[in-house]
């Protein structure tokens, strides 16, 4: 005795045959703004491309550092200490690379105007420009730590010992971080090391070796 067979509705084919085309249509989507949300289309890390800008200023104290090898006539020298002030601007010079390896991240140009206004041990003054490159990590979060390198020139007006004033060359090198407030503007800090001297252009020429603080306010343009 044959069975009788069961009728398949045609509508319960069709959409049997549709609905794994809907869904793997739908699929990449869905991954699309779920990798958005892990991305967190709001991180500070957006901020940090190539053609970015950012405007900021900065404020700290510097203090002469004591090196291995330094004679008695640079007694005075070691003594120097200072208020440092630094208006800047910056430009991302390129996206971020690295992948998803710890090191991720982009290089950024900035130019900063340098203040410097001598307290220890003789009043003094101190201005120019320095340029330096900075590479910025960019963790998910709103902490950006950063490492940067540079070099400028300033006129100097210490009336130091065994330094002459006038022209004088600035490189340093140091690390930092920015700390995002809000979506645009972030606490900054960072450490140099900082070198005044002037290239044996003029005697004497025994340079400023100093531990340089910064705290600022860096605002990112659109």
Do not use: C
Not at 2 to 16: C, E
Not at 104 to 118: C, M, Q
Not at 154 to 175: E, H, I, K, Y
Not at 182 to 195: C, I, K, P, Q
């Amino acid at each position: 005795m044959r069975l009788p067979r069961k009728q398949i509705p045609l509508a319960t084919v069709v959409v049997a045959l549709l609905l794994p085309r809907a869904v793997s249509g739908a699929d990449p989507g869905l991954r699309s703004s779920t990798q958005q949300e892990r991305a967190g289309p709001q991180s500070p890390a957006r901020l940090f491309r190539l053609g970015a800008q950012e405007i900021g200023i900065a404020a700290g104290y510097g203090f002469a550092l004591r090196l291995v090898g330094e004679t008695g006539d640079d007694e005075e020298l070691r003594d120097v200490q200072y208020i440092y002030v630094a208006p800047r601007w910056g430009i991302g010079i390129s996206d971020p690379m690295g992948g998803d390896a710890w090191y991720r991240g982009n290089v950024e140009l900035l130019a900063e105007g340098a203040f410097l206004l001598n307290l220890e041990p003789k009043d003094g003054f101190a201005g120019g420009i320095t340029v330096m490159l900075r590479y910025n990590f960019l963790p998910a979060g709103v902490f950006i730590p950063f490492v940067e390198a540079g070099a400028g020139i300033l006129s100097l007006d210490f009336d130091l010992m065994n330094r002459s004033d006038g022209l004088n060359f600035t490189p340093q090198a140091g690390f930092g971080f920015h700390y995002f407030v809000s979506d645009r503007t972030a606490f900054t800090g960072e450490w140099r090391y900082h070198h005044i001297s002037n290239a044996a252009i003029e005697r004497p020429n025994l340079g400023i070796n100093s531990s340089l603080f910064l705290i600022g306010l860096t605002i990112f343009l659109r």
